[in-house]
């Protein structure tokens, strides 16, 4: 009878990879969390307000997620006035996005946020180790399927 290694779970890339980033990501969402932001809402904002995204399906796009996903949080974030939305004119099925006056100040505020977060992680590397990171992460990345719903 043959038998098989134990997994490794610990040793496991995929572990490390998902344990290392949801400690980045839960750091900066406990941050922008004081914000009244999540991380959806953050990308949201960072789609309308540095990429000049105006459509649902665009910004859906951009972020990696359901159309279905970002129509709920345009609703919310209307509500909570970080954007406006208008209804199209020639077509009342097209819906456009505009970043508010504040949800502009929050865009500023939480991309603050999203650098020092970055710089805290990779201040524990050095210089040369920050640089063989990232070459080694996007190794692992080339020729993969970069659309990922619900990421």
């Not at 890339?13 to 922008?32: H, N, P």
């Not at 969390?33 to 649902?56: M, V």
């Not at 970002?70 to 919310?76: D, F, H, N, V």
Request: glycine share 6%; hydrophobic share 35%; with cysteine.
């Amino acid at each position: 009878m043959q038998t098989t290694a134990n997994y490794n779970l610990h040793e496991a890339l995929g572990y490390q990879l998902s344990m290392t980033a949801r400690i980045v990501e839960k750091r900066f969402e406990d941050r922008i969390k004081r914000l009244g932001l999540t991380r959806l809402y953050w990308c949201i904002l960072l789609a309308c307000n540095f990429e000049n995204l105006t459509y649902p399906s665009d910004i859906a796009r951009f972020i990696g997620v359901d159309r279905t996903a970002i129509s709920r949080a345009l609703k919310q974030m209307e509500a909570n006035g970080f954007i406006e939305r208008e209804t199209g004119q020639s077509d009342r099925r097209t819906t456009t996005v505009k970043i508010t006056k504040h949800g502009a100040e929050l865009t500023e505020k939480s991309a603050e946020i999203a650098r020092e977060n970055s710089a805290y992680f990779l201040g524990k590397l050095g210089e040369e180790d920050c640089t063989e990171l990232k070459h080694l992460l996007l190794k692992l990345r080339t020729g993969e399927k970069r659309d990922l719903p619900g990421l």
